[in-house]
């Protein structure tokens, strides 16, 4: 998580509070996802996403495309 948090604000001359706001998004975005997976309509959605070996689905070993990814992270995310 730490690498991910780096990675999105990784331009050190942005401002502390900056940096600390990106942090905070970040973190909020991916309790939402979580809580939302836990949705019996988003349960669905993500055991029908297209096997491949591109992307990760928060709380899943089976990988899939970046496609399905997004959308069920997306629906998630916004499902709470």
Request: aromatic share 0%; net charge negative; charged share 25%.
């Given at each position: 998580l730490d690498s991910l948090l780096d990675h999105v604000v990784a331009a050190s001359e942005l401002p502390e509070s900056t940096v600390t706001r990106a942090q905070t998004v970040v973190l909020d975005s991916i309790?939402?996802?979580?809580?939302?997976?836990?949705?019996?309509?988003?349960?669905?959605?993500?055991?029908?996403?297209?096997?491949?070996?591109?992307?990760?689905?928060?709380?899943?070993t089976e990988r899939t495309t970046v496609e399905w990814a997004t959308l069920v992270h997306g629906t998630a995310g916004t499902a709470t």
């Open positions: 309790g939402a996802i979580c809580g939302g997976l836990s949705l019996p309509e988003n349960r669905g959605l993500r055991d029908a996403a297209a096997q491949a070996d591109e992307a990760t689905v928060i709380g899943r």
